[in-house]
């Protein structure tokens, strides 16, 4: 059984920067077999994807995050962060780490596990 455990979230305000990280403890196949997701959700609003990268290392993030945020992996220590910049009101949200053997898609509906969120706040 997979498990993923958020830290990281806080208050910030707009401008500033936070980084995210999820820790894995990984059942019967290593980490770095898992690509890894960060999802966020709004009240009242989907959950949106946010960024992920596959067991290769390749990265995908979503168009209101591109060149704001960095998403990165230790298959090591077994950890996959977010490093959030610029950070913007709109970024407020529970954020979501989220674990699948398949490869990286925005669906959420694709991933098998799931952290229990971390919230980020950010003051205008």
């Known amino acids: 059984q997979v498990q993923l455990v958020e830290s990281g979230g806080g208050l910030v305000q707009a401008g500033g920067s936070l980084r995210l990280s999820c820790a894995t403890s990984?059942?019967?196949?290593?980490?770095?077999?898992?690509?890894m997701a960060w999802f966020r959700q709004a009240p009242g609003s989907e959950r949106e994807f946010v960024a992920g990268?596959?067991?290769?290392?390749?990265?995908y993030y979503g168009d209101s995050v591109k060149g704001r945020f960095t998403v990165s992996r230790d298959n090591a220590k077994n950890t996959v962060t977010l490093q959030m910049n610029s950070l913007k009101p709109e970024d407020t949200a529970v954020y979501y780490c989220?674990?699948?053997?398949?490869?990286?898609?925005?669906?959420?509906?694709?991933?098998?596990?799931w952290g229990q969120g971390t919230q980020v706040t950010v003051s205008s």
């Open positions: 989220a674990a699948d053997r398949g490869g990286v898609t925005s669906s959420p509906s694709a991933y098998d596990y």
């Open positions: 990984v059942g019967t196949f290593p980490f770095s077999m898992y690509s």
């Open positions: 990268i596959t067991s290769g290392g390749s990265r």
